[in-house]
């Protein structure tokens, strides 16, 4: 499956987070600063799931079922959103 922009991005980004988090953690930065970063890793995470799930499901049904594509996007940001 091909990717979006978007989506490595922000796994690139979530890495670089998690990068930053090990440095939080050796330089003892306190429980509180790291757990609102963990937070934030793991919303950036669930939104990366849901971008993941939307390009491959209207990849197989604009493919498989010959699905108007403008007509998915639509009906889909009304769920993403």
């Known amino acids: 499956m091909i990717c979006s922009k978007e989506l490595v991005n922000r796994i690139k980004r979530a890495n670089g987070q998690m990068n930053g988090i090990i440095k939080m953690m050796e330089s003892n930065n306190s429980c509180f600063e790291i757990m609102n970063q963990l937070k934030a890793i793991r919303a950036s995470i669930d939104k990366a799931i849901t971008i993941l799930s939307v390009e491959n499901l209207t990849n197989v049904l604009e ?19």
């Open 63 to 81: 493919n498989k079922y010959n699905i108007d594509l403008k007509e998915l996007e639509n009906e889909l940001s009304l769920i993403t959103k």
